[in-house]
């Protein structure tokens, strides 16, 4: 064959060099390709086999063989390049498409989708829709795989169907689409339930019934299945999927989701013969998740749908399988009873004795005969008893007394006893009533029973159980004296017995009941001695305990008889506390003793009691309140710098605490207020720190030092040295330096700007009033420095930029709302116009201007100087007439009247007698302007009438304070 094959390839070669334009070209190639890769897998497996041998026997192997169908690929390649009239493209498109996909390259893709393209009827579009579905998977591509996946399901090759339909419901899965994937794994089954069964190749039926079950659980469990089935109708397969449901979700522990599909499968299927088993693997998943309730009820529910008679034992087929069933059903209705009755006993609920003794009376009737009979009586009689059936009780247990094994006999007779200490017990009442005593003449009567049993049987087994009844007993009925002398004859006579020990505690008890608690307190320790001798540690503990309990009563009970004896009760339970520091109150006495001593009125002692309980009993659930006691303690005493200090310990001690805050905040107040003023600084800066989202609190902090600070401001230390300046307005186009000259001040004043900035409703409007007027200040200082010099137009553009970031500051000032800061800046607006006027009259005049020339150009700086006086006089006038009738006394009112009447009386003091030569003028602004253009400055000032006419028109207001920004816009 091997022979044949490579003749047949050079046969083909052959003709394909010496006819290249063939019509059957195609046809050659494509048969070429098909035995190049027949002789490529063929040697591949000879190579690999070399391989193997080679490395089994420890020989150099070389380089691993490879699969290659380059060859191959290049003559499909020509093909559908060269020959588009080949009948087999599709073919050739398909095993390009497989060639490059089983070497992993993305260009396979491109093939199945042109061979899907232009073969759409071609039998390799269902596998290319499978592989190109394929590639996305592979890339987790998942929601772009499905619709190739679907594809080819509709395909007519089953086994590819079955791929198609398994990979879907993965594709599904993996985007948790669990409904979808459920689909697409049932689909499997149900391709496989068809008739083309054996067409498939394909062994995934198992798999798609596990993914199915999976899938189901994960689009919700018992639940999802319900709806699932009820959407697509029954299925051969469904009732095993369920059980598979409920195994799965046991396998991961997931035990309240497998009862659910165990509770579904008995609801669904009540007469199947799995029922049994989801019934007994429904009660086992109920006790692995230790829910006992659940397990018991599940067994009640279906325990009688098992038993002799049931329907579903009548549907069974299988003799054994129905005795499966009783049993199930047997041992189910003996459990629960055995729950019952437990949680009877446990909990003494009369619903829990009647379930039980009603399951008893079902055990006994369908099963008279069992092993256990006699031992039911038994649980019977003690149910009856304890719903007060006593003469019912009594029945069952002579029908116990009659069993052969001597045990249940005696215990049996016993057990008559105990049926009228139950009638004794059942006279005392229930419900709120419930500690109320029984009938005396049933105590007497159950005293003589027990008398008279014990003298019939004075070495039964129950003596010292009846003698330890009737003591206590005595010490129900209150015979205190009696249960005394009882408990101290247990003791004597039954000396080996493990419960004397316990007698003589419970003689203590007796006197702890009469009220003696110091002989109570003394009977214990003795009882304390007892217990330790015998080597019970249980009552070393009882007494242990109880023997600080006796003398802390005695220290209640002095407080009970005489309130006011502080200093002698603090005594006592300091005693209390010293003496026993392991009693659970422990702390609690010592904490009652500083209290007690507080009361007394002895701080001192108070305060030593309460830090005593810090020191000794950290833990404590009353360190917290004890700190703020001696805070408090030393408050009232007037002592502000112990109190501080305490409420800081408090809060360093407590810092969770919801009173925290408060104690932080007091103790740097107490602080301040003893003079400690550097340290109640720092106890409020680190409140800061910590609780920097108390915003109210932490601005109030930063309120007061940044008071402070303003307070200290003065000429050598202007508000810069606290809080930057804002950085001046850039001209348009202009860049901003890279760096700044001076870095910006840090303050608590910067701080508490900062956080009134972020929340300026809690904001102090005066302390921002006070920044804005301190920054115009700062700003008009620098303003008023920068004299006008030539060439005047650019000295006038860089001091009215420095005039407008004084009127920012001065506006954002009086903007706040405050009368005094309001005042101060309204009269700087008008002092600081008034002072840019000077400064233009005062400004350096050009050398070469002489005569009418200079006259001419020093009308025209006072026409512009006249401006800013207008306005400047104008905003004085207004801040007279708004604040003059309010506070006609406030100082910045005063200096503004002062200012603006000199500047009035200024005005009259000379008038000219005749006109300016206003042509003349006319000629010099000319002459002065051609000699400008001579000079080329083109930044001189200059003015048209009308901008003049504009200027004076938009003069007017009764505010200049606030609108000066808005009118000097027409000046510049």
Not at 96 to 103: F, H, R, S
Not at 121 to 146: I, T, W
Not at 576 to 593: G, I, K, M, N
Not at 823 to 833: D, F, K, P, V
């Amino acid at each position: 064959a091997v022979a044949w094959r490579a003749q047949a390839i050079g046969s083909l070669r052959s003709f394909l060099e010496r006819h290249p334009k063939s019509f059957a070209r195609g046809e050659m190639r494509f048969r070429l390709a098909d035995l190049l890769l027949l002789e490529a897998r063929q040697e591949f497996r000879s190579r690999m086999a070399v391989f193997l041998k080679a490395q089994s026997e420890g020989r150099p192997t070389g380089a691993l063989p490879l699969l290659t169908h380059g060859p191959a690929l290049a003559l499909y390649r020509a093909i559908l390049a060269e020959d588009p009239q080949f009948e087999h493209l599709d073919a050739v498109r398909f095993n390009a498409a497989m060639i490059l996909a089983d070497e992993g390259d993305p260009g396979a893709e491109r093939f199945f989708a042109e061979l899907i393209e232009h073969h759409p009827d071609s039998p390799y579009g269902q596998e290319a829709h499978l592989r190109m579905g394929d590639l996305r998977f592979n890339d987790k591509r998942f929601a772009e795989c499905v619709p190739f996946f679907q594809k080819a399901a509709e395909g007519p090759d089953p086994s590819l169907q079955v791929i198609a339909l398994y990979k879907m419901g993965w594709a599904h899965f993996n985007r948790d689409k669990f409904e979808d994937a459920a689909d697409g794994f049932r689909a499997v089954l149900d391709l496989y339930a068809s008739g083309k069964r054996l067409e498939i190749k394909a062994d995934i039926e198992r798999e798609a019934e596990q993914y199915l079950v999976h899938s189901l659980a994960g689009a919700g469990g018992a639940g999802a299945y319900a709806r699932y089935f009820d959407r697509i109708g029954d299925r051969p397969y469904a009732r095993r999927v369920l059980l598979s449901l409920g195994q799965h979700y046991r396998r991961f522990g997931q035990l309240a989701d497998a009862a659910a599909a165990d509770q579904l499968f008995l609801e669904r299927h009540p007469l199947e013969a799995d029922a049994l088993l989801s019934a007994q693997r429904l009660v086992e998943t109920h006790l692995r998740a230790d829910h006992a309730d659940a397990a018991r009820d599940a067994r009640l529910a279906w325990a009688t749908r098992f038993s002799p008679g049931s329907d579903w034992a009548k549907a069974q087929g299988s003799d054994s399988l129905r005795q499966a069933g009783a049993g199930f059903a047997r041992s189910s209705i003996l459990s629960v009873a055995h729950d019952h009755h437990l949680a009877a006993r446990e909990k003494g609920r009369e619903s829990d004795w009647r379930t039980a003794l009603e399951l008893y009376e079902t055990l006994l009737s369908k099963w008279p005969d069992d092993a256990v009979a006699d031992e039911i009586h038994l649980q019977a009689g003690e149910a009856r008893t304890k719903l007060g059936q006593y003469a019912l009780a009594l029945h069952h247990y002579e029908a116990a007394e009659r069993s052969s094994q001597d045990s249940i006999a005696v215990l049996a007779r016993w057990q008559r006893v105990a049926v009228t200490d139950a009638w004794y017990e059942s006279t005392r009442g229930s419900g709120t009533q419930r500690a109320a005593l029984g009938s005396d003449s049933l105590a007497r009567e159950m005293m003589r029973a027990s008398d008279a049993l014990l003298e019939k049987h004075p070495d039964h087994a129950k003596a010292a159980d009846l003698r330890w009844r009737t003591a206590n007993l005595t010490f129900a009925h209150g015979w205190y004296d009696r249960a005394a002398h009882d408990f101290e004859l247990l003791a004597t006579r039954h000396a080996a017995d493990p419960r004397a020990p316990r007698a003589a505690i419970l003689r203590a008890d007796a006197l702890y009941r009469l009220g003696t608690f110091a002989d109570a307190g003394r009977a214990y320790e003795e009882a304390l001695a007892s217990a330790k001798s015998a080597g019970v540690d249980s009552l070393v503990r009882r007494a242990t305990a109880a023997i600080p309990v006796a003398y802390y009563r005695e220290a209640e009970a002095a407080v009970a008889a005489d309130s006011s004896k502080h200093g002698s009760h603090a005594q006592l339970f300091e005693k209390v506390a010293a003496r026993f520091p392991d009693f659970p109150h422990a702390s609690l006495s010592q904490y009652r003793a500083g209290l007690a001593w507080l009361e007394d009125g002895n701080t001192g002692e108070g305060v030593r009691a309460l830090q005593t309980l810090i020191e000794r009993f950290p833990g404590s659930e009353y360190v917290r309140d004890a700190h703020l006691q001696i805070a408090k303690a030393w408050e009232q005493r007037k002592d502000a710098t112990r109190s501080a200090e305490a409420y800081a310990r408090f809060v360093e001690r407590f810092p969770r605490d919801s009173t925290a805050r408060e104690a932080w905040l007091k103790a740097a107040d107490l602080f301040a207020s003893g003079g400690a003023d550097t340290r109640a600084e720092e106890l409020r800066l680190s409140y800061v720190k910590r609780y920097p989202n108390d915003t109210e609190n932490v601005m109030e902090i930063y309120e007061s030092m940044a008071r402070r600070e303003l307070a200290a401001l003065g000429t050598a230390r202007p508000i810069s040295t606290l809080v930057a300046l804002p950085a001046p307005k850039l001209a348009k186009g202009a860049k901003a330096p890279k760096k700044p000259a001076v870095a910006a001040p840090t303050s608590r004043l910067a701080e508490y700007l900062k956080q009134a900035e972020a929340h300026p409703k809690l904001a102090a409007k005066d302390v921002l009033a006070q920044v804005a007027y301190l920054r115009g200040e700062e700003a008009r200082t620098a303003c008023d420095a920068l004299a006008l010099k030539l060439p005047l137009p650019r000295s006038i553009a860089a001091k009215q930029k420095q005039l407008d970031q004084v009127m920012v500051h001065y506006r954002g000032s009086v903007d706040h709302g405050i009368a005094e800061w309001a005042n101060a800046s309204t009269y700087r607006i008008g002092e600081t116009l008034v002072g840019f006027g000077e400064a233009l009259q005062k400004s350096e005049r050009p050398a070469d201007l002489k005569g009418d020339a200079l006259t001419a150009y020093e009308e025209v700086l006072a026409t512009h100087a006249s401006t800013f006086y207008d306005r400047g006089e104008e905003v004085w006038s207004d801040l007279m007439r708004r604040k003059g009738r309010e506070t006609p006394e406030d100082p910045w009112v005063v200096k503004a009247q002062g200012s603006l009447w000199h500047r009035i009386g200024g005005k009259f003091f000379f008038r000219p007698e005749v006109e300016y030569p206003l042509v003349a003028a006319a000629e010099v602004d000319r002459i002065d302007a051609d000699r400008r253009d001579e000079r080329g400055d083109q930044d001189t000032p200059k003015r048209s009438k009308k901008a003049k006419k504009e200027r004076e028109s938009k003069g007017g207001g009764s505010d200049a304070a606030r609108d000066h920004s808005q009118r000097q816009g027409g000046d510049r």
